[in-house]
């Protein structure tokens, strides 16, 4: 039986960048206080509802 994980062809690692800029942080910023205030706007228009 042989194990075929292992290859002989090496492949360059390829890393992803981490780079976070000023742009990006305001993206984060901005939808996370739109990402909070959902549940907050679904309970309010729940409780609208019951009599």
Excluded: Y
């Excluded at 992803?16 to 742009?23: Q, V, W």
């Amino acid at each position: 039986m042989q194990d075929n994980t292992a290859t002989t062809t090496s492949r360059p690692e390829v890393k992803l960048k981490r780079h976070l800029g000023p742009i990006g942080l305001l993206f984060a910023a901005i939808g996370s206080i739109i990402g909070s205030g959902w549940p907050f706007g679904a309970f309010n228009g729940s409780s609208e509802l019951r009599v």
